[in-house]
DNA sequence: TTGTAGGCGTTATCAT
DNA sequence: ATGATAACGCCTACAA
């Protein structure tokens, strides 16, 4: 509580010298038996806890990886981006650095103060994660003179940064592809989120690729849009039900707009299947909960977050590596709101 | 990319010292508005971002605070703590930090490697909030002889330590009142978490409590138990059906629970709540969502993050003052589950 | 096996 | 308004 302990004062107590001190916490070699226990009784004694930052100044190591990401959302205010999402993220990115003896900074560029903290959370780490949205392309290109990045975010991000992300595109075209083949569905529409976000963006253009396939008619722009939110997804149907005829699928951009869709159609006296079929995208744990359940696309939430604190590891660790790009695989998952009868056994659920 | 730039290049690139360069970073005041320019030109172009440790080992201060848990739990593996509770703390910190221009450091001390990594995230952190089950008291205490502790757990804990919790035991009992109260249920069952839990102690504490005032027969310990998970629900509820005939309702010690005993129950060919009641604990996403929607108790998951860290900054800007405790209240969540028709309106959901 | 001493990049205290 | 110059606590050659 009084002035934290240094190394100084364990090195008086154990009658050894700092250097010996560091030695013996480092597992090193190069010192007797007696002296590391006479090390290590005095360091406990103190309540010793070698300084990171100091730790960090000297090894130019500080042991630590950052996370950038949108925001977390507000209890109330508008959420953009999926909170769930994210935390799964952070779940992975925490085993990732935890399995190489690092720990995560975490930190939501919230509005206009994200810039200062983002470069603040700079400084403190070896190297950041930053998911798509969370700083501008500016910002990211002049914090990575700094501290190595990697970027998280649809597909792979275009220049000359390490990045990883899940094939939205492909996903969004397996849904649609087993809406139109399997189901025969020829009147679907597009209820998109945000339409700045890189991962709306790219599921749209899966839902078009899979159109035109099929050789059914192609539009611009989604049918309706909202934020990757319940009551975006709400909303949104619901300007779709009074714009058009009720369309055999809507086909949503993440789950919880496909959660809002399901209740806005289900007030409306509509059944899910039976006259209307829906589709999520992310596979959230909610998602085979509902009623009905959801048939959705899985993205491998978790294996990003881990995938990119290794990747970033190997960046530091190796900074003239050559560039790396990784495109994570989604999977189609068959429940009953699709108008499969029973659901299709699928790889990632049992694995769970 | 190549040598992180610092102070002093910026320094002799803006023609002034590195003190100026400091103050000019600061804020502060004592520098000419020529000169701030000048600084704040150098240090753009050369993309320079302040060294955290460097800034730490000078001000004796990360600008970090650290969260400890227990496990985000391994997809696949036995998760014996409800991960969706943990999540929300961390946003709830991460707020709490952001607004105060602290980032904040998480951790899991998973395993045995735990504990050292509780060390050396410690030595990283200005403050540690420290879940419950995530260290022994021992290593608490040794830790927080070098750096200010606040613990979050159940109620309030005993000890030396600033301490922050929900009332698990008073939520629990009022629950069960209304089980006992309006729906006149009189054959209740326990199903409990983790035995060593100080939640699922806590909350069964809470559930005998309410039977007592209501005269009905005590017992010792839950019916049946198993993790804070889905699959611990699960068994424990299969076991409880094979011992015993069917209950009036079935008390679970957290939501995740309750979701594993609706499924073993609907598998049993058992109405929910038309044969048994169902409640849960913690009020997670899901619970609105399943059918039938269940009745439980809401926790302040992200209010107690964001108090926890509030409560830390304060400590480690008054390391003197007085000790302090908090108990957050929590909230009865009437729904379907218990056999209610309508759900009761709640301040909780209209907030949301 | 162990000690000495310089350096890591900032901040902060004196001067000027 | 600005500049020297000690700390800050640890690591790491280099010596011994």
Redesign the pocket.
């Known amino acids: 509580m009084t002035?934290?302990p240094?190394?100084?004062q364990v090195a008086r107590r154990s009658?050894?010298?700092?250097?010996?001190?560091?030695?013996v916490?480092?597992d090193g070699?190069?010192?007797?038996d007696?002296?590391r226990v006479r090390v290590l009784a005095a360091a406990a004694d103190l309540g010793?806890v070698?300084?990171g930052?100091?730790?960090g100044?000297?090894?130019?190591r500080a042991g630590i990886v950052g996370l950038l990401f949108p925001d977390l959302g507000t209890s109330g205010g508008a959420e953009e981006e999926s909170p769930l999402f994210v935390d799964q993220v952070i779940r992975g990115a925490e085993r990732a650095a935890t399995a190489a003896g690092d720990a995560v900074l975490i930190a939501a560029t919230r509005g206009a103060s994200g810039r200062t903290l983002a470069y603040s959370v700079a400084?403190k780490v070896d190297g950041l994660v930053v998911m798509a949205q969370s700083l501008t392309e500016r910002d990211i290109q002049a914090i990575s003179r700094s501290v190595p990045i990697v970027v998280l975010a649809n597909r792979s991000a275009r220049g000359k940064l390490d990045s990883i992300g899940a094939d939205n595109r492909g996903g969004m075209k397996e849904v649609v592809r087993h809406l139109v083949q399997v189901h025969a569905y020829r009147d679907l529409v597009f209820v998109g989120g945000p339409a700045r976000s890189p991962d709306s963006v790219e599921r749209f253009a899966g839902f078009r690729e899979a159109l035109l396939d099929a050789g059914l008619p192609d539009r611009k722009a989604p049918d309706a849009e909202g934020g990757f939110t319940e009551s975006g997804g709400a909303s949104a149907t619901r300007a779709l039900l009074t714009d058009r005829p009720v369309p055999q699928a809507v086909v949503c951009g993440n789950d919880e707009m496909a959660i809002g869709a399901l209740s806005v159609l289900r007030a409306a006296k509509l059944r899910v299947p039976g006259d209307v079929a829906v589709t999520g995208f992310d596979d959230i744990a909610l998602a085979r909960h509902l009623r009905p359940a959801l048939t959705t696309v899985h993205q491998p939430m978790r294996d990003l977050g881990e995938r990119a604190v290794r990747m970033l590891l190997d960046r530091v660790n190796q900074p003239a590596a050559p560039l790396s790009k990784a495109v994570l695989p989604t999977q189609l998952i068959v429940r009953r709101s699709c108008g499969c009868r029973r659901p299709l056994p699928n790889r990632v659920r049992e694995a769970a």
């Open positions: 002035a934290r240094t190394i100084y009658g050894v010298s700092t250097a010996t001190v560091s030695r916490m480092h070699d190069g010192f007797s007696t002296t010793w070698p300084s930052p100091a730790r100044l000297a090894s130019r400084g």
